[in-house]
């Protein structure tokens, strides 16, 4: 399935379909990315659709597999979780105190972000046909015959949720990611642009809705997965883990796949090349579609499954944590001994030459976004004390909820967020040297950053000058009172945005590093684990797993250079950060209130 951007209304406008689930979106067309499956499909010259049963019992069955395998590494990664958790409640060591009042990002999910005529290509037909679309507040795609059609309350022709895409913004990316040009271009550049803008932030919010959960459950699943692969002689998901749980694990299954498919069906595909690209994508759209439908549905029905399993580890950790954490620091002590020299050997040798170097490249795109953020909200909060002189209190208020809402404005937001973009080439060379094959994700990361500090700044503002807005004598002390808010707000907005951006650059080194260190270490000490089962009490075995007390132990290693790294350029003042000891006279929000009274 493709679009392009909008262009002149037609009358009518055929029947559209909407083949499997494409991973990949652009603009002015959006395609699918494929992943794959592994089978030579009985299609005589041409690529059949739909799959044949053969085909599909065969899909089915390595879905199934494929969640087989995969549960029993999602238990017992959600054991781990929750032994973290309830050993956290005793002590707990959390992140450094925000000074702006956080609030969660959350998208208005009954609102309209944007609408508008798009020609949508129809793979079927081959032929481009125009359909009215709408982006909901959740970032679900919706598109009808016209735009009557909407208002009248008819049913969508097809929805699609924008997680896993790849936004192409121009008929030469389109053309060199998939070989086909573009059939022109809308008739309007402003509302390219928007279009493009608000796609890209559904792209990103929907893909990266796991990452951001704070939540047990999303935890676990990410470790699980990442073990999994690890199993597999695979280190560093990468961008493999964007979108909801279903999706990754059909990435996953993909990845498998690919390879036999590129040698058992690609070639018994014929025609022209163009049409050979045609029919190898509408191959791997249905059988996408198929293992995503197979692999949700599982994922679903484990669903209860989890609930009663989070209930009893519930009742088995909390009785003997004590002991647990014993026996979890005795055996980690045993293992620190054999693994700990040769890992600083390796992280001293392979990896502490390249952080300085790799975290500069990583604070100066994320630096440049979170400073042309601060410069929007100063910005924007100017414009709206402007008004002071010229408008009635009502317009003010309104223009406070307008101000609220500047962090879900795309169009606004995205010059900061293309200060992200810089990653994709900066960090180009971290595939070839350490494997990371992360970096859309980071780029995604590092928007979400930006959005954040965003959200909690004009919030931050607005529960401040609302207490205001009655209480100033005229407009003279109004503006005053704003200017004053404005700048404190600032004041916060520096502190934490040293603090996220530090966290960010920590975990990002961690996740370029770890997985280096991780493989490079397997023969010399990951075999040696067997050795170390007999420590583990029987009634603990599904709790205290010995893979995530090694990788604790090799990534505390890590986090000693990481930390000594970024200390130095904290005492450097490199990027504006702030030495960790620096702090602000208080870090609760009733200092912000106290000193605006």
Known sequence: MIWRGERRKSAAGR????????LTTTEPGLRARPAASALRPKMGGRCSSPLNGRQRRYLRGRADATMKNFMPYYRRQLATALLRR?????????????????????????TTLHEGLLSQYDGDSRSWQENYFILLGDFTLQWFESEE???????????????????????????????????????????????????????????????????????????????????????????????????ILGNVLMEDLLPVLRSQVLPSIRGSERRRRQLWLQFLQEVYALILSEIASEFEGFQKEKEKLQMELEKKIRPDLDQMLTL????????????????????GQSVEPHLECVMEELMRPVSSGVEAVRSLFAQRVDEM???????????????????????????????????ADLYR?????????????????LVLGAQNLMQQLMENATHTFLQLSQQHLGQAAGRRQLTQMLGKV????????????????????????????????????????????????????????????????????????LLRAVGRALAEASCRNRHNLYADGFSLPQSSEELLYEEMG
């Open 425 to 441: 080439e900066s960090l180009r060379g971290l595939e070839e040297r350490f494997g990371f094959r992360g970096v859309t994700s």
């Open 15 to 22: 029947r559209s379909r909407h083949v499997g689930h494409p």
């Open 149 to 247: 059609a909407l208002r009248k309350g008819c049913e969508p022709r097809g929805s699609t949720a924008l997680s896993g895409y790849l936004l192409l913004s121009s008929p030469s990316e389109y053309a060199e990611s998939l070989g086909d040009l573009c059939q022109g271009l809308a008739d309007s550049a402003e509302s390219r642009r928007i279009w493009k803008a608000a796609l890209r932030d559904g792209i990103r919010y929907r893909s990266t809705e796991l990452q951001r959960r704070d939540s047990l459950e999303a935890e676990a699943f990410l470790e699980a997965v990442r073990f999994y692969r690890q199993e597999r002689g695979r280190y560093g998901a990468g961008d493999l883990l964007l979108g909801p749980e279903p999706e």
């Open 385 to 419: 004390i402007g008004l002071v002189w010229s408008s009635p209190v009502a317009v003010l208020q309104k223009e406070l909820l307008t101000l609220g809402r500047t962090s879900w404005q795309p169009h606004v937001m995205h010059l900061c967020y293309e200060e």
């Open 86 to 110: 309830v050993s956290g409640e005793l002590d707990p060591q959390g992140k450094p105190a925000p000074q702006l009042l956080a609030r969660e990002l959350r998208g208005p999910p009954d």
């Open 486 to 557: 404005k700048e404190r707000v600032l004041k916060k907005f520096d502190y934490d945005s040293s603090s996220v951006r530090k966290r960010f650059a920590q975990e990002w080194l961690v996740w370029i590093f770890l997985p280096f260190l991780l493989k490079h270490l397997e023969s010399g000490c990951k075999l040696e684990l067997p050795q170390y089962e007999s420590f583990v009490f029987a009634d603990f075995s599904g709790i205290i797993n010995l893979e995530n007390i090694y990788e604790e132990t090799v990534l505390a290693v």
């Open 328 to 347: 979890k620091d005795q055996i980690a002590s045993k293992l620190q001994a054999a693994v700990q020299s040769p890992a600083e050997s390796c992280c």
